[in-house]
């Protein structure tokens, strides 16, 4: 198991305050995940299919995380983090909740300049 570290890294040259970490920032995006899991799952149809998408997710995420550790964030990702785990918590549907079960994690991705799949 890897472990991550969440605090803010010291404060990067040219930069007045300390920077999130990618991992840090990488974990609020698993957290937000995990609350659409909770909705989505009420539709007992979709449970497999619903932690199936969990699991690969995070598991990319993290791997990305990992990589990039040590770099010192874009000054826009934090932003862009935020943006997105704010709209998670708008999403009130179960629905859409599983529409957005991959839609984050590719959001997250781009924002990170990464491939999404």
Do not use: C, K
């Not at 990618?22 to 299919?49: G, K, M, N």
């Not at 199936?52 to 934090?78: I, M, S, Y």
Request: aromatic residues 6%; charged residues 25%; proline residues 7%.
């Amino acid at each position: 198991m890897v472990r991550l570290n969440l605090t803010r890294s010291p404060a990067a040259a040219g930069y007045a305050v300390p920077m999130t970490s990618i991992p840090a920032l990488v974990e609020r995006i698993v957290i937000a995940l995990a609350d659409l899991v909770l909705l989505a799952e009420s539709i007992e149809e979709e449970w497999t299919y619903v932690h199936d998408l969990e699991v690969v997710w995070v598991a990319r995420l993290r791997a990305v995380a990992a990589e990039r550790a040590t770099e010192v964030p874009d000054p826009t990702l934090e932003p862009a983090i935020d943006r997105l785990v704010d709209e998670v918590g708008r999403i009130a549907d179960p629905h859409r909740a599983i529409d957005w079960l991959s839609t984050l994690p590719q959001a997250t991705l781009v924002a990170l300049r990464e491939q999404a799949w």
